[in-house]
Antibody, heavy 113, light 107 residues
Framework: EVQLVESGGGLVQPGRSLKLSCAASGFTFSDYYMAWVRQAPTKGLEWVAS????????YYRDSVKGRFTISRDNAKSSLYLQMDSLRSEDTATYYC??????WGQGASVTVSS | DIQMTQSPPSLSASLGDKVTITCQASQNINKYIAWYQQKPGKAPRQLIRYTSTLVSGTPSRFSGSGSGRDYSFSISNVESEDIASYYC?????????FGSGTKLEIK
């Protein structure tokens, strides 16, 4: 069974950092590009970042460029999102996705003092 | 960035009705549109990709069509389990962009 399981969410103060992880199973992780998508409370979906199958190419939405870093470890079948200089507007549930087709259950991130 | 204008924001239907949601892109997206269903407290689930291809497990009462800038998503014979929000996504160009969503309710 294809599965994506996020972890690492929580409550963090503005300006601080947090790292999300996504453990993949049930498929050959290195065959797929991966992405993070977020959803603020009661709001719609917003693509955050993508990474190529080998990690050689990364893409970000403008509002997180320079603050967030997407990475992957194909040997561990894991995807990561390092989030620095967090802002209140980054508060959301963050979903790990396999090529925007298969989604994890989400990790909640709250940025508040 | 490509803007996706989704309508209507909400929809009220009776069981057995056919409902249609539309998404208009700000430019040609070459049929690279997907449709998602999201139930409260759950992750989105992809139902359709590349305009009209049903993802494995998607019931045949769901369908999609369109080309260029204009796309639609329909549910025929609405069932109670279809109560959810629905989103379109264009994945022709980065940044990928979603429509604002349509909330389906049952009358």
């Amino acid at each position: 069974e294809v599965q994506l399981v996020e972890s690492g969410g929580g409550l963090v103060q503005p300006g601080r950092s947090l790292k999300l992880s996504c453990a993949a199973s049930g498929f050959t992780f290195s065959d797929y590009y991966m992405a993070w998508v977020r959803q603020a409370p009661t709001k719609g979906l917003e693509w955050v970042a993508s990474i190529s199958y080998d990690g050689g190419s990364t893409y970000y939405r403008d509002s997180v460029k320079g603050r967030f870093t997407i990475s992957r470890d194909n040997a561990k079948s894991s995807l990561y999102l390092q989030m620095d200089s967090l802002r209140s507007e980054d508060t959301a549930t963050y979903y790990c996705t396999r090529a925007m087709m298969v989604w994890g259950q989400g990790a909640s991130v709250t940025v508040s003092s | 960035d490509i803007q996706m204008t989704q309508s209507p924001p909400s929809l009220s239907a009776s069981l057995g009705d056919k409902v249609t949601i539309t998404c208009q892109a700000s430019q040609n997206i070459n049929k690279y549109i997907a449709w998602y269903q999201q139930k409260p407290g759950k992750a989105p689930r992809q139902l359709i990709r590349y305009t009209s291809t049903l993802v494995s497990g998607t019931p045949s009462r769901f369908s999609g069509s369109g080309s260029g800038r204009d796309y639609s998503f329909s549910i025929s014979n609405v069932e109670s389990e279809d109560i959810a929000s629905y989103y379109c996504l264009q994945y022709d160009n980065l940044p990928f962009t979603f429509g604002s969503g349509t909330k389906l309710e049952i009358k």
